[in-house]
Structure formats: C-alpha cells, structure tokens
Nanobody, 117 residues
Framework: QVQLVESGGGLAQAGGSLRLSCTVS????????LDWHRQAPGKQRELVAS???????NYADSVKGRFTISRDDAKNTLYLQMNSLKPGDTGAYYC???????????WGQGTQVTVSS
C-alpha cells in the first residue's frame, strides 16, 4: 500500500508560480515512478509530468519549460514547481505512484489550482 497526500494548491495570477507537494508513505520501496496529473472541469485527467527512480523526467508538451517535477527521497516528498502559470493550467492536480510487479497505481486526493487572467 502507498499513501499520497498533496498540498500547495491555491489561487495564482497568470504569470505567477505555485509549488505543489506530495508526501508519500507506505511501501515506498515498491514505487517505480511518480507522476503529477491534472483534470480541468469537463475534461479528462491528463498526465503533466513523471519522474522515474533513476531521476529521469518527462513532461507534457503544454508544460515543458514551465513546470519542473522533482523528488526529495529524504523527505519522501514529490514536488511540482509551476512557473509562468496560465489560465489553462487550472484544474485539480493529483500525484500518483505506480508500483513494480502488478503495476498498481495509487492516487492522492488532489489539490486545486486556479489561475486567473
């Protein structure tokens, strides 16, 4: 079992920044990669960024150059630094952990990000 708790969402103006955090607990050793996803109202959930155990990262084209995913293993925390925010970045942001073997995905409860123009 893996537990994920997001924090750091809120209201920002276009061009501003926010940093999301996701505290990870439980069977951390079983995690193969960690992701940030987001879901805008009326839209499907989409992958924003992911980071693998070796530290390699991937980003959605829409956030490349603006968002940075990172992890602090000493604090068991995943981060998403979001700069140059746009109204289109508005949505509920979720962290997720995929585990070895079964490939089961665990989700956090989400944190809301609202970007005003």
């Amino acid at each position: 079992q893996v537990q994920l708790v997001e924090s750091g969402g809120g209201l920002a103006q276009a061009g501003g920044s926010l940093r999301l955090s996701c505290t990870v607990s439980g069977s951390i050793h079983s995690i193969v990669f960690l992701d940030w996803h987001r879901q805008a109202p009326g839209k499907q959930r989409e992958l924003v960024a992911s980071i693998v155990t070796d530290g390699s990262t991937n980003y959605a084209d829409s956030v490349k150059g603006r968002f940075t995913i990172s992890r602090d293993d000493a604090k068991n925390t995943l981060y998403l630094q979001m700069n140059s925010l746009k109204p289109g970045d508005t949505g509920a942001y979720y962290c997720a952990a995929t585990t070895y073997g079964s490939g089961r995905v665990y989700w956090g409860q989400g944190t809301q990000v609202t970007v005003s123009s």
